[in-house]
């Protein structure tokens, strides 16, 4: 089936995601190739006007802050083929009604894996050098310049670093970390194909023998029910003394009443972009240890890599309205196992 040459679209995100994604450029590019009538953009799929416009709508662009895709906002669309999400997951906006429909959708998540690989390995070389740590240190104590190893072994050489998760993220992570003189990558995930994991560089090992070896604890899982506290008490005190555990993943993958404990003691350090809860309560010891870095979830994409993921999803509704194949599709069972 030859697929229409200017299908009819609508953008639908946040008011503040559309206004950083979408630059005048874009917005020309994207009416050069599908039909766009007023409103281009929404935030809601229920008002009067909204519905009237949902009728004749054949792709969706969504992004952080959409609504649900449920059967109630689908039975509005009648004629929509395809979704193409324009940020991270597409999990918080699909429903089982999306799949049973039959529409296709697209996730350029992959573009939104580049700066959280980046900065996780900015992490981990960061880590080596304990900087994080040793300048809140020195911030709280202004004159604290004796024993830099205090946080642990310093330098970036000969060290192990252990990636749960051989994720969209996670492998680039691998790949990345083999800038780095004599570095052992482990890798745990128990979907994911050796051979793959041994072609970017890393070692396939169970979680037992990854915590009981790494210098570095960077996880890279999907938030599911059964991730959820994957590294518990347990987990955290079968690491080395002076670990660090990084985490861009979700927060949940985490017990984060054993992680306190194991960095006030200051036996385990830490660098969070995500926690449980997000933020954490003002009470937090992790707040206030110098051994802790947490960071505002900016991992992902922001400021100017959010075009990078416009482009990405302009070039799917390029190759859709010209009858070539999508290169970032999804089905109903990888998008089960995909993480964020």
């Known amino acids: 089936m030859t697929p229409p040459t200017c299908p009819e679209a609508l953008i639908v995100m946040g008011r503040e995601v559309f206004e950083a994604q979408f630059d005048e450029s874009r917005l020309e590019r994207l009416k050069a190739m599908a039909s766009l009538p007023e409103p281009i953009w929404t935030d809601e799929l229920t008002s009067e006007q909204i519905r009237t416009r949902l009728s004749g709508v054949e ?7 959409a609504p649900v895709l449920d059967a109630a906002a689908l039975a509005r669309m009648p004629n929509l083929r395809l979704m193409i999400h324009c940020a991270g997951t597409i999990r918080p906006f699909v429903s089982e009604a999306f799949w049973e429909r039959g529409i ?22 960061m880590s080596g050098k304990a900087a994080p740590f040793l300048g809140a240190s020195l911030r709280a104590f202004r004159d604290d310049w004796t024993r830099p190893d205090r946080f642990g072994r310093l330098g970036n050489v000969s060290r192990t670093v252990g990636v749960v998760g051989f994720s969209r993220v996670g492998r680039r992570v691998v790949a990345a970390l083999q800038q780095l003189q004599d570095v052992t990558v482990l890798v745990y995930d128990p979907y994911a194909d050796p051979l ?26 999907p938030e599911l029910p059964e991730t959820r506290h994957m590294i518990g008490a347990a987990q955290l005190a079968a690491l080395r003394d002076h670990a660090t555990l990084i985490n861009t993943a979700r927060g949940s993958l985490v017990d984060t009443a054993a992680l306190e404990r194991e960095c006030a003691s200051g036996r385990l350090n830490a660098i969070l972009d995500v926690t449980d809860p997000e933020p954490l309560p003002a009470s937090s010891v992790l707040y206030d240890l110098s051994n802790v870095l947490i960071t505002p979830h900016i991992a992902g994409s922001l400021g100017t890599e959010l075009y990078r993921m416009t482009d990405a999803a302009l070039d799917e509704l390029e190759r859709y309205t010209t009858g070539l194949p999508l290169t970032t599709e999804l089905d109903s069972e990888e998008y089960l196992r995909l993480s964020a």
């Open 59 to 65: 792709v969706l662009l969504t992004g952080w802050d």
């Open 104 to 125: 296709r959708a697209c996730n350029v998540a992959d573009v939104n894996a580049i700066p959280v690989a980046e900065y996780t390995l900015a992490a981990v070389i």
């Open 196 to 221: 793959e994991v041994a072609q970017a560089g890393g070692v396939p090992a169970s979680l037992d023998e990854l915590l009981a070896t790494v210098d570095v604890l960077s996880l890279h899982a």
